[in-house]
């Protein structure tokens, strides 16, 4: 039988009940659900299979902020429009108790912005009279194009049938986007996380803000078949830790006990949950990707360099996770919150700032050139030391790199301005007159030696018109190596990076090949 899909965003008002209708499609808890505005922060979808129809749900944030959205820059925003864009269908819910056209007026133009059909969901339906609601589809229609609407109850899952039936007639024929036992993109972690978040909201409702984090610090399955979780709940302000802990500790014990059920319940898994309350801010930058490894389970360690000219290592929890890892790739720039909590290495958040072009990605040559600079950067700086420059150069390097096509002449000028800032310096500008580049001293010369090598002046030319051919850019890279490894490298008893090795090999062996076949 022929598959087909239909992606479906559910938006709303705050508490309109998306999250609701999500899990009662889905047939579990995979979205969190409760009374605190803006509960659900991230995108979430949702996975429902019906014979040979994969439906996608995709649960956004709440949208009373719609009007300015386009020109906003916050996690939610960005997170509702992700959602709107992907989807085939929109289906707008209102809490039937609250119904208010003013958001109507607001919201469904621009929804239509997107060219989507455009359905509207009465949810609740048994708080208000027929009558009533009958006038106000009666309003809607006379001022809006509405594909379709339907009276439903989330809760007991009333009136889902002719919902279900019309999303079926809409679905289109496909591949199926995940597969048939996927009930959601997102992992046991995360899921696990938002039962304690939503214990949170729900135990302390006026208290405590919604924008808590919860982080997993371990998620491991036992000897004995049981699973056993530690958290860590990250607060920004430390007057927030009195209101969950409760007195003599009565709250935050209340909310460990309700999440361990729901774990256990969600997970069909007996488990042991511990949780941390963590006060802290985070410090806020912007940085290059530049080693990274796993850790343990999901975690990578990381160390970037950031636009302060400094280095951070840290973990990001989930980071090897299927939702986090395509965007913890080398080389990337990205945006950093780095949390530190006590003794411990620093918890960084990370988010991608200026995605990569397919130019990179595509480009093998491009890309190993990538690594290669990032391994360089590495070795480099270290922890607690300053370069000054070294994000800028590195950066301007990365990006014309990304949109040039012949870029390895500027290649070629980095790697003496990575040798200039970390504190040796080539006066090869001024100094073209000399032919030679003495490997004993490290000086030009004007006439040959056995300690010489041929210096490539034409390599050094800020433009684009370059003609390279492997014996030059041989030679630069003999020069380059030995001051590097004589000034630095030495120092540190390092080696030259394999990335570095990799990108010389190849790069040489094609400018070779192009030279015997010309």
Same mark, same amino acid.
């Given at each position: 039988?022929?598959?087909?899909?239909?992606?479906?965003?559910?938006?709303?008002?705050?508490?309109?009940?998306?999250?609701?209708?999500?899990?009662?499609?889905?047939?579990?808890?995979?979205?969190?659900?409760?009374?605190?505005?803006?509960?659900?922060?991230?995108?979430?979808?949702?996975?429902?299979?019906?014979?040979?129809?994969?439906?996608?749900?995709?649960?956004?944030?709440?949208?009373?902020?719609?009007?300015?959205?386009?020109?906003?820059?916050?996690?939610?925003?960005?997170?509702?429009?992700?959602?709107?864009?992907?989807?085939?269908?929109?289906?707008?819910?209102?809490?039937?108790?609250?119904?208010?056209?003013?958001?109507?007026?607001?919201?469904?133009?621009?929804?239509?912005?997107?060219?989507?059909?455009?359905s509207i969901i009465f949810n609740k339906t048994d708080l208000i009279?027929?009558?009533?609601?009958?006038?106000?589809?009666?309003?809607?229609?006379?001022?809006?194009?509405?594909?379709?609407?339907?009276?439903?109850?989330?809760?007991?899952?009333?009136?889902?049938?002719?919902?279900?039936?019309?999303?079926?007639?809409?679905?289109?024929?496909?591949?199926?986007?995940?597969?048939?036992?996927?009930?959601?993109?997102?992992?046991?972690?995360?899921?696990?996380?938002?039962?304690?978040?939503?214990?949170?909201?729900?135990?302390?409702?006026?208290?405590?803000?919604?924008?808590?984090?919860?982080?997993?610090?371990?998620?491991?399955?036992?000897?004995?078949?049981?699973?056993?979780?530690?958290?860590?709940?990250?607060?920004? !302000?430390?007057? =927030? $830790?009195?209101?969950? +802990?409760?007195?003599?500790? #009565?709250? @935050?014990?209340?909310?460990? *006990?309700?999440? %361990?059920?729901?774990?256990?319940?969600?997970?069909?898994?007996?488990?042991?949950?511990?949780?941390?309350?963590?006060?802290?801010?985070?410090?806020?930058?912007?940085?290059?990707?530049?080693?990274?490894?796993?850790?343990?389970?999901?975690?990578?360690?990381?160390?970037?360099?950031?636009d302060t000219d400094e280095v951070f290592t840290g973990i990001v929890?989930?980071?090897?996770?299927?939702?986090?890892?395509?965007?913890?790739?080398?080389?990337?720039?990205?945006?950093?919150?780095?949390?530190?909590?006590?003794?411990?290495?620093?918890?960084?958040?990370?988010?991608?700032?200026?995605?990569?072009?397919?130019?990179?990605? !595509?480009?093998? =040559? $491009?890309?190993?050139? +990538?690594?290669?600079?990032? #391994?360089? @950067?590495?070795?480099?700086? *270290?922890?607690? %030391?300053?370069?000054?420059?070294?994000?800028?150069?590195?950066?301007?390097?990365?990006?014309?790199?990304?949109?040039?096509?012949?870029?390895?002449?500027?290649?070629?000028?980095?790697?003496?301005?990575?040798?200039?800032?970390?504190?040796?310096?080539?006066?090869?500008?001024?100094?073209?007159?000399?032919?030679?580049?003495?490997?004993?001293?490290?000086?030009?010369?004007?006439?040959?030696?056995?300690?010489?090598?041929?210096?490539?002046?034409?390599?050094?030319?800020?433009?684009?018109?370059?003609?390279?051919?492997?014996?030059?850019?041989?030679?630069?890279?003999?020069?380059?190596?030995?001051?590097?490894?004589? !000034?630095?490298?030495?120092?540190?008893?390092?080696?030259?990076?394999?990335?570095?090795?990799?990108?010389?090999?190849? *790069?040489?062996?094609?400018?070779?090949?192009?030279?015997?076949?010309?």
């Amino acid at each position: 039988m022929k598959r087909k899909i239909l992606k479906i965003s559910l938006v709303g008002k705050t508490n309109a009940g998306k999250s609701t209708l999500l899990n009662n499609l889905v047939g579990e808890k995979i979205s969190i659900t409760n009374k605190k505005i803006n509960t659900t922060e991230d995108f979430v979808i949702g996975i429902v299979n019906i014979k040979n129809t994969q439906l996608v749900l995709y649960d956004t944030p709440g949208i009373s902020f719609l009007r300015d959205i386009k020109s906003q820059k916050t996690k939610l925003k960005k997170n509702l429009w992700e959602g709107l864009n992907q989807s085939d269908i929109i289906l707008y819910l209102i809490d039937s108790k609250r119904i208010e056209l003013n958001d109507l007026k607001n919201d469904l133009p621009k929804l239509y912005e997107l060219k989507k059909n455009i359905s509207i969901i009465f949810n609740k339906t048994d708080l208000i009279k027929a009558e009533n609601l009958l006038k106000h589809i009666k309003l809607i229609t006379e001022k809006y194009k509405i594909d379709k609407f339907f009276n439903i109850f989330s809760k007991k899952k009333l009136g889902f049938e002719n919902l279900i039936d019309y999303l079926l007639q809409k679905s289109k024929f496909e591949k199926w986007l995940y597969g048939k036992d996927e009930i959601t993109d997102k992992d046991d972690i995360f899921i696990t996380n938002e039962c304690t978040r939503n214990e949170i909201l729900s135990l302390i409702h006026k208290e405590i803000p919604y924008n808590i984090e919860v982080v997993n610090k371990t998620f491991k399955y036992l000897k004995n078949g049981q699973l056993k979780i530690k958290q860590d709940i990250i607060i920004k !302000n430390a007057r =927030y $830790k009195k209101i969950l +802990l409760g007195r003599k500790g #009565s709250k @935050i014990k209340d909310i460990r *006990i309700k999440s %361990q059920k729901e774990i256990s319940n969600i997970l069909d898994v007996k488990t042991h949950l511990y949780i941390n309350i963590i006060s802290s801010d985070a410090k806020k930058f912007k940085g290059i990707l530049i080693h990274s490894k796993v850790f343990k389970d999901n975690d990578l360690l990381i160390k970037f360099l950031s636009d302060t000219d400094e280095v951070f290592t840290g973990i990001v929890y989930g980071g090897f996770s299927k939702n986090k890892k395509n965007i913890m790739q080398l080389g990337f720039f990205l945006n950093f919150d780095v949390t530190y909590i006590g003794n411990r290495p620093p918890s960084i958040k990370a988010e991608l700032s200026e995605p990569y072009l397919s130019s990179v990605i !595509n480009d093998k =040559y $491009k890309l190993s050139c +990538l690594l290669s600079v990032v #391994s360089l @950067i590495n070795i480099s700086v *270290i922890e607690g %030391q300053k370069i000054n420059q070294i994000y800028k150069i590195s950066k301007e390097f990365l990006e014309t790199m990304i949109n040039k096509k012949k870029w390895l002449n500027f290649f070629c000028i980095y790697l003496f301005d990575l040798l200039k800032y970390i504190g040796y310096e080539l006066d090869y500008v001024n100094n073209n007159i000399f032919k030679y580049f003495d490997t004993d001293t490290l000086e030009f010369k004007e006439n040959y030696s056995n300690f010489t090598i041929v210096f490539p002046h034409h390599l050094f030319m800020n433009n684009s018109n370059v003609t390279f051919d492997y014996i030059s850019l041989s030679n630069f890279f003999r020069i380059f190596e030995i001051i590097f490894i004589k !000034n630095h490298l030495s120092n540190l008893n390092h080696k030259l990076p394999n990335q570095y090795i990799l990108f010389k090999k190849n *790069i040489i062996s094609f400018l070779e090949k192009n030279e015997q076949n010309n």
